[in-house]
């Protein structure tokens, strides 16, 4: 059983910080690209930020300067660092993780959790 679990979401007023932390569990073997995606109401999932392997960060135009993406491999675990957050950050943001398990090589999807920010 494989899962990614999100938490650091919550309430915060405009041009406040919080920070988004997600664990990978199970029975990994390694783990490929992460990342972070929301979805606003009526709107559709976009990238956040994402990072390779290898560190590479990339991010969404409107999040550059503002968050940053890290990775700590050894604990299977994927952070997003959100400063100046603006209410247009508001949504549901996602977990995203390509994971190589004992028998697959796949993406995987957390369940999510709400960041809010008020104006």
């Known amino acids: 059983q494989v899962q990614l679990v999100e938490s650091g979401g919550g309430l915060v007023q405009a041009g406040g910080s919080l920070r988004l932390s997600c664990v990978a569990s199970?029975?990994?073997?390694?783990?490929?690209?992460m990342g972070w995606y929301r979805q606003a109401p009526e709107k559709q999932r976009e990238l956040v930020a994402s990072?390779?392997?290898?560190?590479?960060?990339n991010y969404a135009d409107s999040v550059k300067g503002r968050f940053t993406i890290s990775r700590d491999n050894a604990k299977n675990t994927v952070y997003l660092q959100m400063n100046s957050l603006k209410p247009e950050d508001t949504a549901v943001y996602y977990c995203?993780?390509?994971?190589?398990?004992?028998?697959?090589?796949?993406?995987?999807w957390g369940k999510g959790t709400l960041v809010t920010v008020s104006s």
């Open positions: 995203n993780a390509v994971l190589r398990t004992t028998t697959s090589f796949m993406n995987y």
């Open positions: 199970g029975r990994i073997v390694s783990t490929n690209t």
């Open positions: 990072i390779t392997s290898g560190n590479i960060p």
